[in-house]
């Protein structure tokens, strides 16, 4: 089995794994009776989805057929940077579940305020507030360091990267709405996307 074979099985395998996560936790909420306050925007929508279509498209193609986009692979990535995308990837598919995991039924593919919504500080939320988004922006670069594809890369990142930052504003405004003082504290001791090196002391 040549090395690059390895490298697209391991593509499938991290496929699988994110959209099993993704499914399995949105199943969880999609029929719930409990009233939902949708409050997104199209600009956040039109850059996530994009992200996303580039990643499979771009993706079905290092998986099934390969070359088809040349242009794509005028770099050649070493082992060694493939490897480590594999191993990013390991990581933040591990986070994206621990932090589906930690949301359970408090968990929204949208901004939405949700009735008898519940703030969620344990696991990865004990550090940061947005480890769904940390993981996808993991996720998206390391797939492209593993298929040494330049267009999934960057293409995704730019486009998921423009979408958090438009969106996540918006949903911390809904959080401070909903939970008051107990989210302004849980920002105080937390980061967005990366832990803060060093906390307030008490």
Do not use: C
């Not at 995308?85 to 408090?106: C, E, F, N, P, W």
Request: proline share 4%.
């Amino acid at each position: 089995m040549t090395p690059e074979i390895v490298f697209r099985i391991l593509m499938i395998v991290s496929f699988i794994a994110m959209f099993g996560i993704r499914i399995y936790f949105q199943s969880r909420v999609l029929h719930e009776d409990r009233e939902i306050n949708i409050q997104e925007n199209k600009l956040s929508l039109a850059a996530g989805s994009i992200a996303a279509l580039v990643t499979l498209i771009f993706g079905a193609e290092y998986i099934f057929f390969p070359g088809m986009f040349s242009f794509t692979y005028i770099l050649d990535y070493p082992d060694w940077l493939r490897w480590l995308g594999v191993l990013a990837l390991a990581g933040g598919i591990t986070l994206l579940g621990m932090a589906h995991y930690q949301l359970d039924k408090s968990f929204s593919s949208f901004v939405v305020s949700k009735e008898e919504h519940q703030l969620v500080t344990s696991g990865p939320y004990r550090w940061i507030r947005h480890p769904i988004y940390t993981a996808y922006l993991i996720n998206y670069l390391a797939g492209g360091l593993l298929a040494s594809n330049l267009v999934l890369t960057f293409i995704p990142v730019l486009f998921f990267g423009l979408m958090i930052i438009n969106r996540i504003p918006r949903e911390e405004g809904v959080m401070r709405k909903e939970f008051g003082q107990d989210y302004l504290d849980l920002e105080a001791r937390t980061g967005g996307l990366l832990p803060k090196l060093h906390r307030q002391g008490k």
